[in-house]
């Protein structure tokens, strides 16, 4: 009998365990299903759509090249699988685990009808193979990367399989473009493929680039002006590369990569705490927030608008707002300026932001942005840090943001660097960018005062 090779968030050959562990079982039919219903309010945003496209296109290649293909079925994952089972006389399901709280959901669902065999293989260990002295879960990064650091590395990758055995008949499979994931009018997604290849091999194209700059990090990650990190998160997100890949092949560059892979372990992190409390992306991890007076979009709808289109009169918020929208993606330290911004000088509620962002990224992740989101806000389960409030202009400055600012806010781009952080406060703002929405310490005063609901 055939066996089914369930694909998700996992969309790579090499060092994917359930692709070897099928490939050396029997001929086995690849699908991919699309389940809009189960994420619910979480289904896939636009820019996440438009990779997943592409992803397809590359793995079904690898597939072919293979000997094998990928079959493409849509609706429910548990009614879709059962079908394909008695369409094909499968019985068995390999698939790796998945934690954004749906999946989880969908795999007792898919368990209980058909025998389903999940690997790990997604992150550098699975949540809770790590516990504190009293055998609870980390809630706290740094004790949590100590204690799974003692684990490290990660087991060595494995290759792809030679060859994947092809069933005697193949099932019918939808065609990729019934499935309209690609934006039609208007094409927001122009720009996205002069910077993204989606798919392994591109992930692997944008490893063997990094480890050069492996050195380098440290430093080099915080400045938004040149291309300082891996720009990995898509293909970590989509499952194109195995976070154990990612740990040896920097490991192996020579150069100290600690600082890299504490990155990875964040990631880990984050989908721990996702495990654990699987409202992450719709609730405050810290009770206490609810009662947070944020400013209601009927009135603070403007300033949001604001936010989305990079036009709140901060260079290097707007800089990075625009980023978002025309690549799909932010470089990290300007995601932690901008959401600092929306939530603490605008005063609006994370979990618009989060909403946002869930859309607009080629590397949305359910664990990573609500964690994130909710660090910055300080209502996540670690440190509150909600009266940290980030200065964006001395941050701009801080940071060497000049370069990038003039790359994203071409009304901007002939400021010298000394007015480009803050041009309103030398009168050299040009007429065609906006003045500052709010002023920092205006902003600043009223979140701190709104803050003071919640304390005590
Ligand atoms: P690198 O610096 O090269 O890091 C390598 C990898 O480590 C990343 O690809 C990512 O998988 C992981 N990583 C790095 N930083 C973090 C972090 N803070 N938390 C968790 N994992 C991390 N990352 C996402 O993948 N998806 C999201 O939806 C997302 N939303 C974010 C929202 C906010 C408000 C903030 C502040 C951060 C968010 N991040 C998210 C984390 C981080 O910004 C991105 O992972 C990073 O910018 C990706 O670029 P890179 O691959 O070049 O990172």
Known sequence: DPLILWFRQDLRLSDQAAVAAAAAQGPVIPVYVLDDAAPRQWKMGGASRWWLHHSLVSLDNSLKAKGSRLILRRGDSADVLSALARETGATRIHALHHYEPWWRNVEKAVGKRLELCLHDGGLLLPPGAVRTGTGGPYRIYT??????????????????????????????????????????????????????????????????NFIDEVGDYPEARNLPSIEGTSRLSPHLHFGELSPAYVWHRVASSGQDATIFHKELIWRDYAYLQACEFPAYGSANARAAFDALPWRD???????????????????????????????????NRVRMIAASFLIKHLLIDWRHGARWFWDTLVDADYANNSVNWQWVAGSGVDANLFTRIMAPLSQSEKFDAAGYIREWVPELANLPDALIHDPDAHDARPRAYPAKIVGHREGRERALAAYRHIKG
């Open 297 to 331: 979009l009927r009135t603070a709808g403007a300033d949001f608008a604001a936010w989305k289109t990079g036009r709140t009169g901060y260079p290097i918020v707007d800089a990075g707002m625009r980023q978002l929208w025309g690549t799909g993606w932010m470089h």
């Open 143 to 208: 004790p949590f990367a100590r204690a799974l650091m003692e684990h490290m590395p990660p087991t060595p990758p494995y290759p792809t399989p030679h060859a994947i055995g092809a069933p005697d008949h193949w099932p019918a499979s939808d065609r990729l473009e019934d499935w309209h994931l690609l934006p039609t009018q208007p094409d927001w997604a122009k720009g996205f493929s002069s910077d993204w290849t989606p798919g392994e091999a591109g992930a692997r194209h944008n490893v063997a």
